[in-house]
Protein backbone atom coordinates (compact mmCIF):
# COMPACT_ATOMS: atom_id res chain seq x y z
CA UNK A 1 0.00 0.00 0.00
CA UNK A 2 1.43 3.72 -0.77
CA UNK A 3 2.33 5.23 2.64
CA UNK A 4 4.36 7.98 4.58
CA UNK A 5 5.98 5.98 7.25
CA UNK A 6 7.73 8.00 10.60
CA UNK A 7 8.54 4.73 12.39
CA UNK A 8 10.11 6.85 15.80
CA UNK A 9 6.62 8.39 17.80
CA UNK A 10 8.53 9.59 20.60
CA UNK A 11 12.77 10.52 20.68
CA UNK A 12 14.07 12.31 23.31
CA UNK A 13 17.94 14.05 22.98
CA UNK A 14 19.82 15.87 24.80
CA UNK A 15 20.39 19.68 24.27
CA UNK A 16 23.51 20.08 22.16
CA UNK A 17 23.14 16.03 20.82
CA UNK A 18 22.65 15.35 16.97
CA UNK A 19 19.35 14.70 15.76
CA UNK A 20 18.13 12.26 12.82
CA UNK A 21 14.39 11.77 12.46
CA UNK A 22 13.25 8.88 9.85
CA UNK A 23 10.54 9.13 6.91
CA UNK A 24 9.93 6.11 4.71
CA UNK A 25 7.81 6.59 1.33
CA UNK A 26 6.18 3.73 -0.53
CA UNK A 27 5.06 5.16 -3.98
CA UNK A 28 6.35 3.76 -7.30
CA UNK A 29 7.69 7.01 -8.66
CA UNK A 30 9.72 9.57 -6.36
CA UNK A 31 7.48 11.95 -4.80
CA UNK A 32 8.38 15.19 -3.89
CA UNK A 33 9.31 15.49 -0.52
CA UNK A 34 9.10 17.53 2.60
CA UNK A 35 9.86 18.14 6.17
CA UNK A 36 7.39 20.61 8.42
CA UNK A 37 7.44 21.41 12.17
CA UNK A 38 4.52 21.97 14.48
CA UNK A 39 5.14 23.81 17.41
CA UNK A 40 2.00 23.16 19.74
CA UNK A 41 -1.22 24.79 19.36
CA UNK A 42 0.04 26.02 16.37
CA UNK A 43 0.27 25.03 12.43
CA UNK A 44 3.00 23.89 10.53
CA UNK A 45 6.05 25.81 9.13
CA UNK A 46 8.26 24.34 6.12
CA UNK A 47 11.49 22.80 7.04
CA UNK A 48 12.62 21.86 3.69
CA UNK A 49 11.46 20.21 0.48
CA UNK A 50 13.09 17.92 -2.18
CA UNK A 51 11.92 17.65 -5.59
CA UNK A 52 15.20 17.09 -7.63
CA UNK A 53 18.74 17.39 -8.08
CA UNK A 54 21.25 17.15 -4.85
CA UNK A 55 19.79 14.71 -2.99
CA UNK A 56 21.03 16.34 0.64
CA UNK A 57 18.89 19.86 0.84
CA UNK A 58 19.41 22.31 3.51
CA UNK A 59 16.53 23.99 5.04
CA UNK A 60 15.80 26.75 8.21
CA UNK A 61 16.76 26.55 11.18
CA UNK A 62 19.92 24.23 10.46
CA UNK A 63 18.31 21.14 9.32
CA UNK A 64 19.25 19.10 6.93
CA UNK A 65 17.58 16.10 4.81
CA UNK A 66 19.17 13.65 3.04
CA UNK A 67 16.90 11.84 0.14
CA UNK A 68 18.26 8.22 -0.54
CA UNK A 69 16.63 6.88 -3.63
CA UNK A 70 17.51 3.10 -2.81
CA UNK A 71 16.23 3.45 0.67
CA UNK A 72 13.09 5.28 -0.35
CA UNK A 73 14.23 7.18 3.03
CA UNK A 74 14.33 11.04 3.04
CA UNK A 75 16.36 11.63 6.71
CA UNK A 76 15.57 14.93 8.87
CA UNK A 77 19.41 15.80 10.22
CA UNK A 78 20.42 18.35 13.02
CA UNK A 79 23.82 18.26 13.99
CA UNK A 80 23.07 20.13 17.92
CA UNK A 81 19.76 20.32 18.71
CA UNK A 82 18.93 23.18 20.59
CA UNK A 83 15.66 23.08 23.45
CA UNK A 84 13.69 25.30 21.35
CA UNK A 85 13.73 22.52 18.46
CA UNK A 86 10.98 20.22 21.02
CA UNK A 87 7.91 20.19 18.55
CA UNK A 88 6.19 17.59 16.61
CA UNK A 89 7.99 17.22 13.00
CA UNK A 90 6.10 15.53 10.30
CA UNK A 91 7.16 14.08 6.61
CA UNK A 92 4.63 14.80 3.86
CA UNK A 93 4.65 13.45 0.02
CA UNK A 94 3.56 15.11 -3.19
CA UNK A 95 2.64 12.77 -5.51
CA UNK A 96 3.47 14.77 -9.46
CA UNK A 97 -0.11 13.46 -10.71
CA UNK A 98 -1.62 14.47 -7.70
CA UNK A 99 -1.17 17.96 -7.98
CA UNK A 100 -1.95 20.14 -4.38
CA UNK A 101 -2.66 17.02 -2.04
CA UNK A 102 0.40 16.44 0.34
CA UNK A 103 0.24 12.86 2.11
CA UNK A 104 1.56 13.29 5.91
CA UNK A 105 3.27 10.62 8.12
CA UNK A 106 2.16 10.17 11.46
CA UNK A 107 4.70 12.32 13.49
CA UNK A 108 7.40 12.54 15.69
CA UNK A 109 7.41 14.21 18.46
CA UNK A 110 10.70 15.19 19.96
CA UNK A 111 11.28 16.39 23.35
CA UNK A 112 15.09 17.96 24.26
CA UNK A 113 16.81 17.14 27.72
CA UNK A 114 18.37 20.04 29.09
CA UNK B 1 2.50 40.15 4.94
CA UNK B 2 0.26 38.61 7.00
CA UNK B 3 0.10 34.88 6.62
CA UNK B 4 -3.11 32.82 6.47
CA UNK B 5 -5.72 33.17 8.83
CA UNK B 6 -8.18 30.93 10.17
CA UNK B 7 -10.95 31.97 12.56
CA UNK B 8 -12.06 30.68 15.07
CA UNK B 9 -9.20 28.91 16.12
CA UNK B 10 -11.11 27.21 18.80
CA UNK B 11 -14.84 26.37 17.76
CA UNK B 12 -17.34 24.41 20.40
CA UNK B 13 -20.33 22.60 19.19
CA UNK B 14 -23.19 20.05 20.34
CA UNK B 15 -24.08 16.72 18.68
CA UNK B 16 -26.04 18.00 15.25
CA UNK B 17 -25.18 21.51 15.20
CA UNK B 18 -23.48 22.95 12.16
CA UNK B 19 -19.81 24.10 12.63
CA UNK B 20 -18.58 26.84 10.12
CA UNK B 21 -14.20 26.80 9.57
CA UNK B 22 -12.58 30.02 7.42
CA UNK B 23 -9.94 30.35 5.76
CA UNK B 24 -7.96 33.59 4.29
CA UNK B 25 -5.48 32.81 2.41
CA UNK B 26 -2.22 35.11 2.06
CA UNK B 27 -2.49 37.96 -0.27
CA UNK B 28 -1.73 36.82 -3.70
CA UNK B 29 -2.42 33.06 -3.14
CA UNK B 30 -5.32 31.79 -5.03
CA UNK B 31 -5.05 27.72 -3.87
CA UNK B 32 -6.61 26.57 -0.81
CA UNK B 33 -5.81 23.50 0.43
CA UNK B 34 -8.15 22.17 3.94
CA UNK B 35 -6.45 19.27 6.28
CA UNK B 36 -7.60 17.74 9.25
CA UNK B 37 -5.83 16.38 11.82
CA UNK B 38 -7.45 14.15 14.67
CA UNK B 39 -5.84 13.19 18.09
CA UNK B 40 -2.63 11.94 17.86
CA UNK B 41 -2.31 11.47 14.07
CA UNK B 42 -0.76 12.95 11.38
CA UNK B 43 -2.95 15.60 9.15
CA UNK B 44 -4.79 13.69 6.04
CA UNK B 45 -5.53 15.82 3.30
CA UNK B 46 -9.05 16.94 2.43
CA UNK B 47 -10.04 18.80 -0.17
CA UNK B 48 -8.29 21.71 -2.80
CA UNK B 49 -9.84 24.65 -4.03
CA UNK B 50 -9.28 27.51 -6.78
CA UNK B 51 -11.51 30.70 -6.78
CA UNK B 52 -14.91 29.46 -7.31
CA UNK B 53 -13.42 25.64 -7.99
CA UNK B 54 -13.37 22.35 -6.20
CA UNK B 55 -10.29 21.22 -8.07
CA UNK B 56 -9.39 17.64 -6.03
CA UNK B 57 -12.37 16.60 -2.95
CA UNK B 58 -10.96 13.08 -2.64
CA UNK B 59 -10.24 13.44 0.85
CA UNK B 60 -13.80 15.37 1.73
CA UNK B 61 -16.04 12.77 3.48
CA UNK B 62 -19.11 12.06 1.65
CA UNK B 63 -21.55 13.93 4.18
CA UNK B 64 -22.24 16.54 5.86
CA UNK B 65 -18.89 18.17 4.71
CA UNK B 66 -18.40 21.00 2.15
CA UNK B 67 -15.91 23.73 1.22
CA UNK B 68 -16.17 26.43 -1.04
CA UNK B 69 -14.13 29.22 -2.28
CA UNK B 70 -15.78 32.15 -3.66
CA UNK B 71 -14.58 34.49 -6.00
CA UNK B 72 -14.16 37.27 -2.86
CA UNK B 73 -13.90 36.32 0.56
CA UNK B 74 -12.59 33.11 2.44
CA UNK B 75 -12.40 29.63 1.87
CA UNK B 76 -14.76 28.04 4.19
CA UNK B 77 -15.03 24.69 5.43
CA UNK B 78 -18.91 23.62 6.59
CA UNK B 79 -19.83 20.50 8.55
CA UNK B 80 -23.16 20.10 9.26
CA UNK B 81 -24.80 18.10 11.79
CA UNK B 82 -21.75 17.55 13.84
CA UNK B 83 -20.40 14.17 15.60
CA UNK B 84 -18.02 13.64 18.03
CA UNK B 85 -16.26 12.05 15.56
CA UNK B 86 -15.36 15.48 13.65
CA UNK B 87 -13.25 16.63 16.98
CA UNK B 88 -10.36 17.74 15.37
CA UNK B 89 -7.89 20.00 14.31
CA UNK B 90 -8.76 21.34 10.89
CA UNK B 91 -6.03 23.35 9.02
CA UNK B 92 -5.93 25.57 5.95
CA UNK B 93 -3.03 26.09 3.61
CA UNK B 94 -2.50 28.26 0.55
CA UNK B 95 -0.30 28.48 -2.41
CA UNK B 96 0.62 31.34 -5.13
CA UNK B 97 -0.35 30.05 -8.42
CA UNK B 98 3.17 31.28 -9.57
CA UNK B 99 5.46 29.00 -7.45
CA UNK B 100 2.62 26.02 -7.73
CA UNK B 101 0.82 24.18 -5.33
CA UNK B 102 3.74 22.59 -3.71
CA UNK B 103 4.71 25.64 -1.92
CA UNK B 104 1.90 25.59 0.70
CA UNK B 105 2.05 27.83 3.51
CA UNK B 106 -0.12 26.84 6.62
CA UNK B 107 -2.45 28.97 9.04
CA UNK B 108 -3.09 28.27 12.89
CA UNK B 109 -5.86 26.14 12.27
CA UNK B 110 -9.29 25.82 13.92
CA UNK B 111 -9.60 23.15 16.74
CA UNK B 112 -13.35 21.87 16.76
CA UNK B 113 -14.68 20.24 19.63
CA UNK B 114 -17.72 18.54 19.53
CA UNK B 115 -19.67 17.76 23.06
Given amino acids: ?114 | NAGVMQNPRHLVRRRGQEARLRCSPMKGHSHVYWYRQLPEEGLKFMVYLQKENIIDESGMPKERFSAEFPKEGPSILRIQQVVRGDSAAYFCASSNPGTGFWEQFFGPGTRLTVL
Fill in chain 1, 1 to 114: AQSVTQPDIHITVSEGASLELRCNYSYGATPYLFWYVQSPGQGLQLLLKYFSGDTLVQGIKGFEAEFKRSQSSFNLRKPSVHWSDAAEYFCAVGLYNQGGKLIFGQGTELSVKP
